[in-house]
């Protein structure tokens, strides 16, 4: 123990630079063995002068740090994260991207919880724990402050001209490539959470601070005729539902026997806002069009349920999930998803069916037109098999491991399945309390997903890939509507024009305006263009 105190390697940075390099980068050389082939005289040109640009960078990068109480403290936390990205994009195919970072700092314990496997210990012990322990017990020696300052200072412009040097003589290799695989550079660890979290800080540090109102005019259409009868629209939520494994778009397995009993409607073509929930709900309720969404404006600007407040709808946000995002902090909303009930909830969270519990309390209250939405748990994974009862488990054997590289490919997907099974029956049990709502009310039913899902295409699992290299998986979505037949006469809705439709392609941008048209609102921010159902509407 006392030899380890004072082990001291020939320089921290660049020792820890080297090694997170060759060992905490292995889906990057992994990737790069891929475009360029294995090692050979011609691959070493490109590898050599790659791999000193990153360990320049990186000694650039740590050399901002190297003052006493702050150099090993800023190692030890890179070490630990880069092990933790490493295994995570080994494990899962993830990239770390703003959006990937920003779902992590919002991930709840329970989430984590699902991820924690013996694999992942022995990766962050090995990869992380270890090579951190070594710089902890260093001993160091520093030059007085000043001094040490000037030191750092020589040192970032050696590296940075040895960097513009390498970039200067090897540019057009290294250009091509990355022009023809973008995706390197989300796998650039740890240079990738870096870059990553200095874009989320900017669009904190820029975004608007002071609420930007829409839709103040909104009010309900005048409608003489429909005067005696108030609209209760339910908006299901979906959470990680790909439209491939829905038997309504055509997937080949009985996963909505429930929905194939009743009059719906389901869109084939609908594509998501983002791939994590971090991103597409905010998106999904604003006005802004996924090319123009901005994260940090959006916080601060009115969205779709701001509109409809203003149009005198009563807004209820009901969630079995980890939050809304910040969507509906300026209506009434009620978390249910650690309620202690025997039937409907396990030891850590709810089934779906629990966003259902006493809601017809909530209608008998209603004196106004209401707009409720149901924020489900849905297919998170990827405990796929604890979201649904288990009366649910239709297809089996079911994958019941957090690694799901542990299990087959088609154990992973009958999980998954059979967490879509259980959405149907849950969409079911909302269409028959609006049919038991339609004496009092022009009932209508919503259901979207956030975005979707990969269960092991080309060895990616889970969601959150950067949205230009996400596979269509990730971004598919199913979209499926009910109406109570007087909503449908009293709209002027065209089932035939609707089923005509169902092709058509539309996005998590047409879901602001089909809303308000669906509430019928009239307000200068409704662009009919946008709304789904008004090309129906007689």
Known sequence: MQQLKRLALPDPILSSSIFLILFNNTALWRELFKIKGGVSV???VFYTPFFLVLMLLLTLFFSLFRFKYLLKTVLVLFLLA??????FTLAYGVLIDKGMVQNALETNAGEVAELLTRQMFFHLLIFGGIPAAFIARMRLIYKPALRQLFSNFGTLLICSGLIIGLCYFFYGDYTSIYRNNRQLRYLINPVNLVDSSVS??????????????????????????HAGKKRLTVLVLGETARAANFALDGYPRPTNPYLSRESVFSFTNVHSCGTATAASVPCMFSGFSRENYDPAKAEYTENVLDVLSHAGIKVLWRNNNDGCKNVCKRVSSEDLSHLKLPDLCRAEECYDEVLLYRLQAYVDTLTSNGMIVLHQKGSHGPGYHLRHPPKFKVFSPECHQANLNDCSRQEVINAYDNTIVYTDFFLEKVIQFLKKNAAQYDTALLYVSDHGESLGENNVYLHGLPYFVAPDEQKHVPLITWFSKDFIAHNKIDSACLYQHKDTSYSHENLFHSLLGLMNVKTNVYNAKLDIFATCKA
């Open 42 to 44: 011609e691959s070493l």
């Open 82 to 87: 880069a092990a933790a990205i490493d295994y």
């Open 200 to 225: 989320i800080l900017k669009h904190k540090l820029r975004g608007q601070h002071t609420l930007i109102p829409v839709g103040m005019d909104a009010k309900l259409a005048d409608d003489p005729k």
